[in-house]
């Protein structure tokens, strides 16, 4: 159960602080660290709304979450800088577990395959990835592209991404430009519930 109200009711002291962190992101150049403080806003109004105890349970009220499904389907229909935003985004996937990789493939397995090849390693030995599913050239779903955000933002706070690496400072990039496009366009950090 989702209540977007809950935010509007926190302690006004706790809810700046998630006012604040979406500030500092706007402050930021597109960076590493604007991601890191959008995604804590985004992360601290979750929690808000879905008082769930971990990411987990979080992210999988939200992807089921009727409201934000519309608000992403009416973005990606009538919105084209979303629209080409996402679509950028999907070329990049799938996106790795970092974690799972080094688990099960070891620390080395980035530098010694090119990408083809690593996806394939990851696939015979079962790596997590996100989205789950997906199929080049598809239609990305609300759940699809929350999920895979998320991973970006684990590999991120787990020390497993490098802003040398260009493909680590694209998949950053995407996921803030498409976040702070999302939480702009629909204002959500004002919604209460109908």
């Known amino acids: 159960m989702v209540s ?10 706790a809810r700046d602080v ?7 992101a706007q402050g930021q150049p597109p960076s590493f660290m604007a991601f890191m403080y959008r995604w804590m806003a985004f992360n601290g109004w979750m929690s808000a709304v879905t008082l769930k105890d971990t990411d987990r349970e979080m992210i999988d009220a939200f992807v089921a ?17 979303f629209r080409q935003m996402v679509t950028e985004f999907t070329a ?3 996106v790795l577990n970092v974690r799972s990789v080094r688990a099960k493939l070891g620390y080395d397995a980035f530098r010694q395959h090119d990408r083809a ?6 696939a015979a030995a079962n790596v997590k ?11 990305p779903s609300w759940e699809q592209l929350l999920r895979t955000i998320y991973q970006v933002r684990c590999n991120l706070f787990h020390g497993e991404k490098s802003p040398q690496s260009l493909r680590d400072r694209d998949l950053v990039l995407a996921s803030d430009h498409i976040l702070a496009h999302f939480i702009a366009a629909t204002g959500c950090f004002d919604w209460h519930d109908h």
């Open 117 to 122: 090849a690593l996806l394939a390693l990851c």
């Open 129 to 139: 990835q996100q989205p789950s599913g997906w199929v080049a050239e598809g239609r």
């Open 4 to 13: 977007f109200s809950n935010f509007q009711r926190l302690d006004p002291v």
């Open 18 to 24: 998630a006012i604040e962190l979406l500030a500092n």
């Open 65 to 81: 979450a009727p409201r934000l499904i519309d608000a992403f389907d009416q973005l990606m229909a009538g919105d084209p800088n």
């Open 92 to 94: 990049l996937w799938p």
